[in-house]
């Protein structure tokens, strides 16, 4: 329905005369006459008596109210839109089973919009290969958790130096293995004892173990292992997998949330001679930073982010 045709239609309204009313608008009579017809077309009614001075029918006195109330309702509309030109802010990030960046980012979005209430900020999620740093040259995405080992200082030198980003938690990551493998009822486990095997991993997170050169952190401890993903879908195709021989991981907070503690068939382990913590890292697309509105959004995510870190 064209606004235009209902402030024409309260026009006519008042002065019930199409000529006075053309007069006021700044249209022609016949323009008024084919816009209120049209009005009465898409509301399958009379809105106006022809034949003879003009007057309302009852519908038509009906709808007066109605038009104001559709108006008023139409400019608060604008306004609002009108006001987003500089205050909306659309954020992309990934769908992860990692609680941290969501948490944190909705944290920013409330004390941002306490503190300019006009500002508002849509969050858009996704999965699959937005997880990754890749999206964010690719434009897919404007902020991914990246994992980095503890030990590698190279790979967070690289995340934190090369694009914007702040660690958002740390926390231990488990090796895992199902009743197929033969260290299965192995009391106590060393870097050694995987020795040949395989670690398989999330697509997500493999190009993060080849970074830190995992491999070679593990034969610094005597263990040779290979790294090898698969196209996993999400964390339930990957924990669901048949591991025969191999060796997966799992951070410490996907632990209970999927069950992995009380699965009879998997063993958790953790290394006795080898630490494998990881810092999660949250990582923003240069562009997106770069702005006003999405720099502001940065820098109240990375105090969070510090202060939490800082109680813990």
Same mark, same amino acid.
Request: charged share 30%.
């Given at each position: 329905?064209?606004?235009?045709?209902?402030?024409?239609?309260?026009?006519?309204?008042?002065?019930?005369?199409?000529?006075?009313?053309?007069?006021?608008?700044?249209?022609?009579?016949?323009?008024?006459?084919?816009?209120?017809?049209?009005?009465?077309?898409?509301? $399958? =009614?009379?809105?106006?008596?022809?034949? /003879?001075?003009? @007057? +309302? !029918?009852?519908?038509?006195?009906? %709808? #007066?109210? &109605?038009?104001?109330?559709?108006?008023?309702?139409?400019?608060?509309?604008?306004?609002?839109?009108?006001?987003?030109?500089?205050?909306?802010?659309?954020?992309?990030?990934?769908?992860?089973?990692?609680?941290?960046?969501?948490?944190?980012?909705?944290?920013?979005?409330?004390?941002?919009?306490?503190?300019?209430?006009?500002?508002?900020?849509?969050?858009?999620?996704?999965?699959?290969?937005?997880?990754?740093?890749?999206?964010?040259?690719?434009?897919?995405?404007?902020?991914?958790?990246? $994992? =980095?080992?503890?030990?590698?200082?190279? /790979?967070?030198? @690289? +995340? !934190?130096?090369?694009?914007?980003? %702040? #660690?958002? &938690?740390?926390?231990?990551?488990?090796?895992?293995?199902?009743?197929?493998?033969?260290?299965?009822?192995?009391?106590?486990?060393?870097?050694?004892?995987?020795?040949?095997?395989?670690?398989?991993?999330?697509?997500?997170?493999?190009?993060?173990?080849?970074?830190?050169?995992?491999?070679?952190?593990?034969?610094?401890?005597?263990?040779?292992?290979?790294?090898?993903?698969?196209?996993?879908?999400?964390?339930?195709?990957?924990?669901?997998?048949?591991?025969?021989?191999?060796?997966?991981?799992?951070?410490?907070?996907?632990?209970?949330?999927?069950?992995?503690?009380?699965?009879?068939?998997?063993?958790? %382990?953790?290394?006795?001679?080898?630490?494998?913590?990881?810092?999660?890292?949250?990582?923003?697309?240069?562009?997106?930073?770069?702005?006003?509105?999405?720099?502001?959004?940065?820098?109240?995510?990375?105090?969070?982010?510090?202060?939490?870190?800082?109680?813990?």
């Amino acid at each position: 329905m064209n606004t235009r045709y209902l402030e024409e239609y309260l026009v006519l309204a008042e002065e019930l005369n199409y000529s006075a009313a053309a007069k006021r608008l700044f249209i022609t009579r016949p323009t008024l006459s084919e816009h209120v017809a049209e009005l009465e077309g898409e509301l $399958g =009614c009379a809105l106006v008596e022809h034949g /003879g001075r003009p @007057q +309302l !029918t009852a519908a038509g006195r009906r %709808f #007066v109210d &109605t038009a104001r109330n559709l108006l008023a309702s139409w400019e608060a509309v604008a306004e609002e839109y009108r006001s987003l030109e500089d205050n909306l802010l659309t954020v992309t990030v990934s769908a992860t089973n990692l609680p941290w960046l969501e948490d944190v980012l909705l944290q920013a979005r409330r004390t941002i919009g306490e503190k300019r209430p006009a500002a508002k900020i849509d969050i858009v999620t996704d999965s699959g290969p937005l997880a990754t740093v890749d999206a964010l040259d690719g434009h897919a995405n404007d902020i991914a958790i990246v $994992g =980095c080992k503890s030990f590698s200082e190279e /790979g967070l030198r @690289q +995340l !934190t130096e090369e694009r914007p980003g %702040f #660690v958002l &938690t740390s926390e231990a990551t488990h090796l895992f293995m199902t009743a197929d493998n033969p260290l299965f009822a192995r009391e106590r486990l060393c870097a050694a004892d995987l020795d040949g095997a395989c670690l398989l991993l999330p697509p997500d997170v493999y190009q993060s173990y080849e970074r830190d050169a995992v491999a070679d952190h593990f034969a610094e401890h005597g263990a040779r292992v290979t790294l090898k993903t698969m196209p996993f879908r999400d964390h339930y195709e990957y924990f669901a997998h048949d591991f025969g021989r191999a060796i997966g991981i799992a951070p410490d907070t996907l632990v209970p949330r999927f069950g992995l503690d009380r699965r009879a068939n998997l063993r958790l %382990f953790d290394l006795e001679d080898m630490e494998f913590s990881t810092d999660f890292i949250a990582v923003f697309r240069d562009e997106f930073v770069a702005t006003p509105k999405g720099r502001t959004l940065f820098e109240e995510m990375r105090s969070i982010a510090r202060e939490r870190r800082r109680r813990r």
